[in-house]
Structure formats: structure tokens, C-alpha cells
């Protein structure tokens, strides 16, 4: 590879100036239990992590059951959260357990969908809001070992993906509606006694998982939004360093802590807590300064707000092509991003997720080199679409989502950047020959105009330490 391109290396400086400014900055509080590093982890898990750029999200539980219906009326919320709606008994819903026999499961064919969709990590949601856990845990008795399946879900799921290069990440609800000591806000004493055989109960039960499965690589937390949790940074903290010292190079994002004063993901001093920042969820950031240098994954449903089964998609139902792009708008922003899929009760998935993934994994046969431990390239945005850079490499694609009615595609380079070579990666033995349009500007024309999918374009650039394209004259006015 040639060495870094001036577009490269200012990328870099900007990374290095955002370090630095963290490293000099003062704290204006003092925390014991705030963030405990300064900048982005640098360990080999944690590149790994940045690489792998597209993920696929599975929200399965008991909710699947009623599917956010409950005696022919519908439930406007998540799927998932149906236990908190005053039309679904509580009593009820926690004896679906009685019902839950995915006789269709098959961990290898999700496992297999998601290779072929391009995922290079999944995250599995082990136990959700309601308490129900998707493995046999001996610290509960409302788990999969009661149900009419009996059998383990989660060990199977985390051979088959890993056996297809996947690697996998354990979702856990803090939250737990089942569970006699959960407190969402301690008012008494006994409440507080109550919570505290609670915590004992989550440490076990983590600890219990990282035993079992010990290939998986972190945990994504949730439901740590309670008074109860984040009125408690010391716990959150001493948990974190726990499960780490366990199971090193543990991968955590930043919803399982909070600090002593209740700040959660941020600290008092805004610093990142965790490995990297998790409040980009159904939305993402538009430009590089909203993610202050972080490490940081988006995490997107296909319908509206439906993570668990819903038999009923409401709103716009994202097509692949948008949520190829949002992949797209991530790599260049140097994000991870996360599809979500709700399987059925029976361990299938709808039929609009199976397209979804097939479609996407089309895509990405032809034009994932351009994903694949992608991030920021420090080029000017241009309205076609997005540029990544393959990170340590001259290598810049465009990513094409909006063709101009011309074909011209504007390119804009850094100073003493020279565009050196163009092609599709659908063609690459085709050179796209640019237009020099001005001083660092060029016209890429694409003969077809019409596409059905998003079209990529390497470039190669070369330093240039003349003139850039100098025959052009600066106007006056």
C-alpha cells in the first residue's frame, strides 16, 4: 500500500488534536467512579471491534408470543414491552413461558442468513424487560429450562455464528419485571435490602454467562435508566472492572455505567463511559464532530419501532437500500451499525427480514470491501453520497446513493492530492477517466445513470507537492 495520502494524514492529526484535547482538559468534578480512560481503547479486540462495521441485532423472547397483540386488541408499543401494558395481565404473561417452543428454530440457518447478509457480529438478547432468560440459569427458574423447548438457546446460536466467522454479543436487561427483589426506585428500607440481594442476583447471572459462553466478545447492556441503577455508580463501576477482569478484553458499551451523581453513558466531566457510545439508536449522527472521537454503533429497526415480533409493521417499513445507506453513512463516520430482526415464536423470521437480509448481503458480495474496516476519510462531502476511507491506506470509496441527473459526479480532493485512478468495484477493470474541472476538483461521469442499488467508486490518489491542477486561476472580484 502507498503511504497515507494528505487527506490521510489530516484525518489522523484531527484524531490526534481530539486525544490531546482530552488528555489536557480538567476535570471540573471529581469522580471516584467516572470514566476510567481517556481516548478510544487501542487493544487488538478492540480494532477488531472497529473493523467489523456491520452487525446483525435478534430481539427474541417470550413477546414473540403475543406478537404486540393480546386478546384482539392491539398494542401500540414495542413488542417487547407488552407486559407493561395495562391491557396484558401481568400473571398472563408471565406464564407464556409455558408456551415458548420454537420447534423451527435453527441456530445454524440464522447463523448462515447472517454470513451471507455480511454481518461480521451479532448481538442476542439473552434476557430482556421481562426476566425470561433464553439459557438455563441456575439463579433462576424462569428461564428456557421450564419452557415445553427445555432446551438451551444460546449456547447453539453462539457455535453456529461463530463457526460462520460471526462474532457474538450477549444483549442483558438490568430491568427485571419478574424478578421479587427488582426496584426501579428504592422508597424504604426494606426496598433497599430488597434491591441489594438484586445486584447480587445480576453479578451471578453475568457471571454464569461468561462461563458458559466464553467465546462471546462483551456484553450491550440495558434498562439502566432506573433510579435504582443509577443512583448506585459505585455498583455499575465495580461490575464493569469485575467482568473484565474475568473475561479480558471484554467489550462493553457505555449503558452499563453511571457515576456517582447519576450521569449515565457521559460522565459529570462528559467523558465516554465504556468502550464506546451507544445512544445512537434509530437515529445517527451527521457529521464527524457529533461523535467527539468516540467509538460508536447505531442500532436501526426495518419498521418504525418494532424490535421483538410484531405480527403488525406499522409506518414506513425501511427498504434495503435505506438502510444500506445508513451502513454507508456510519463506515464514514467511523461507526458501527446494527441491523435489528424480530424471529417469530416458532424461530422463523418474516418474510420482509429474510429480504431485507438477502438483499443487503447481494450488496455487500460486490461492494463490502468498502465497509470492511472502513472509517472517516477526510474528504469534502459532496450531495452524491459518502466517502470512506480503508483505514491505514490511500484507498478512498465513493459511495453513490444519489446519481445527479448529469452522471457528473463532483470530487473534491484535499491540496496536494491528485486523483490517480477511478473504477467501479462492480467493474474495476473498467477505469473511469476523470475530468479536471479545477484546482483539486474533478468530474467523474457514470454512463449509466440509472442504478438499483447504491454504486461504489475506488480511488487511488498520489501526493502532489506542485501546483494542483495550478493552471487554474483564483477569480477576482
Not at 434491591?195 to 458458559?212: A, H, I, M, S, W
Not at 447519576?262 to 457529533?290: C, T
Not at 467511523?334 to 418474510?351: C, W
Not at 465513493?398 to 480532493?413: A, F, H, I, T, W
Amino acid at each position: 500500500m502507498k503511504k497515507l495520502c494528505t487527506a490521510a494524514a489530516g484525518a489522523l492529526l484531527l484524531l490526534q488534536l481530539h486525544s490531546l484535547a482530552q488528555t489536557t482538559a480538567k476535570d471540573s468534578i471529581t469522580l471516584q467512579h467516572g470514566a476510567h480512560r481517556i481516548g478510544n481503547r487501542t487493544d487488538a479486540g478492540m480494532a477488531r471491534w472497529r473493523s467489523l462495521r456491520l452487525g446483525q441485532f435478534i430481539h427474541w423472547g417470550l413477546y414473540a408470543i403475543p406478537g404486540g397483540e393480546w386478546k384482539g386488541k392491539t398494542y401500540n408499543g414495542a413488542a417487547e414491552w407488552i407486559r407493561s401494558w395495562k391491557e396484558m395481565p401481568q400473571a398472563e404473561y408471565d406464564n407464556l413461558y409455558k408456551q415458548f417452543n420454537p420447534v423451527n428454530y435453527q441456530p445454524e440457518q440464522w447463523a448462515l442468513q447472517a454470513k451471507n447478509m455480511g454481518a461480521k457480529y451479532m448481538i442476542i438478547t439473552t434476557k430482556h424487560h421481562d426476566g425470561f432468560c433464553l439459557w438455563p440459569s441456575k439463579y433462576s427458574r424462569y428461564t428456557v429450562a421450564s419452557s415445553p423447548w427445555k432446551k438451551d438457546i444460546i449456547g447453539p446460536m453462539v457455535d453456529a455464528y461463530n463457526k460462520n466467522g460471526i462474532d457474538v454479543y450477549l444483549y442483558f436487561s438490568i430491568i427485571d419485571w419478574n424478578h421479587p427483589d427488582w426496584r426501579a426506585s428504592p422508597k424504604t428500607p426494606a426496598d433497599s435490602i430488597a434491591y441489594g440481594r438484586f445486584k447480587v442476583f445480576v453479578k451471578n447471572q453475568l457471571q454464569e454467562l461468561l462461563t458458559k459462553y466464553p467465546t462471546i466478545k462483551g456484553f450491550w447492556f440495558d434498562g439502566t435508566w432506573d433510579d435504582s441503577w443509577k443512583n448506585d455508580g459505585a455498583f455499575s463501576d465495580e461490575l464493569e472492572q469485575y467482568l473484565q477482569k474475568i473475561h479480558p478484553g471484554l467489550i462493553i458499551g457505555s449503558r452499563l455505567r453511571a457515576d456517582e451523581k447519576g450521569a449515565r453513558h457521559f460522565d459529570s466531566n462528559g467523558r465516554l463511559m465504556g468502550d464506546y457510545e451507544q445512544g445512537w439508536e434509530r437515529k445517527l449522527p451527521e457529521k464527524i464532530a457529533d461523535i467527539h472521537g468516540n467509538d460508536w454503533e447505531g442500532v436501526m429497526t426495518i419498521p418504525e419501532n418494532q424490535w421483538g415480533y410484531n405480527a403488525r409493521w406499522a409506518g414506513h417499513i425501511k427498504s434495503a437500500n435505506e438502510l444500506i445507506e445508513m451502513l454507508v453513512k456510519s463506515t464514514s463516520l467511523a461507526g458501527n451499525f446494527v441491523i435489528n430482526f424480530g424471529p417469530k415464536s416458532d424461530g422463523t423470521f418474516r418474510t420482509e427480514e429474510v429480504q431485507r437480509m438477502q438483499e443487503i448481503g447481494q450488496w455487500m458480495k460486490v461492494n463490502g470491501a468498502a465497509i470492511y474496516n472502513g472509517g472517516y476519510a477526510g474528504f469534502e462531502k459532496q450531495d452524491w453520497g459518502y466517502y470512506i476511507r480503508k483505514n491505514g491506506t490511500d484507498s478512498v470509496f465513493m459511495v453513490v446513493c444519489n446519481v445527479p441527473v448529469s452522471g457528473d459526479l463532483r470530487v473534491k480532493l484535499p491540496q496536494q492530492t491528485t486523483l490517480t485512478h477511478a473504477a467501479t468495484l462492480e467493474n474495476p477493470a473498467q477505469a473511469i477517466t476523470p475530468e479536471v474541472t479545477g484546482k483539486n476538483e474533478y468530474f467523474l461521469r457514470l454512463e449509466t445513470k440509472n442504478f438499483h442499488t447504491p454504486v461504489v467508486i475506488l480511488l487511488q490518489t498520489s501526493r502532489n507537492t506542485g501546483n494542483d491542477n495550478g493552471r487554474f486561476e483564483k477569480a477576482k472580484t
